[in-house]
């Protein structure tokens, strides 16, 4: 909503109904969060697991790649494997019986 529409409803030349209606389809910007000392500490210790986490997935995925590459498989033998079903215990046991 904005200032005018603000003004619009508080000296009464406008209804509710009537400022919904002519901000149909747009899209206001949200107001910044105030948070607190402790909200900002804990976002950014949250937003780096998850990076952490992120960073450890592709080295799992590249780990396991390259261990197939020497092994004789292909990326397409790995997709297979998991389309049947077996999951990444599917991939692990393969690499080991190799």
């Known amino acids: 909503m904005s200032r005018l529409d603000a003004m619009d409803l508080a000296s009464g030349e406008a209804?509710?109904?009537d400022v919904r209606r002519r901000?149909?389809?747009?899209?206001?910007p949200k107001a910044p969060r105030h948070l607190t000392a402790r909200q900002k500490?804990?976002?950014?210790?949250?937003?780096?697991?998850e990076?952490?986490?992120?960073?450890?997935?592709?080295?799992?995925?590249?780990?396991?790649?390259?261990?197939?590459?020497?092994?004789?498989?292909?990326?397409?033998?790995?997709?297979?494997?998991?389309e049947s079903g077996a999951g990444v215990q599917g991939i692990l046991d393969l690499l080991k019986s190799q």
């Open 23 to 28: 901000n149909e389809g747009k899209v206001f």
């Open 51 to 82: 990076d952490k986490k992120e960073a450890e997935k592709r080295r799992i995925v590249e780990d396991l790649v390259n261990v197939a590459k020497a092994r004789g498989f292909t990326i397409d033998d790995l997709l297979r494997i998991l």
């Open 41 to 49: 500490f804990e976002e950014r210790v949250f937003q780096e697991i």
């Open 15 to 17: 209804t509710l109904e």
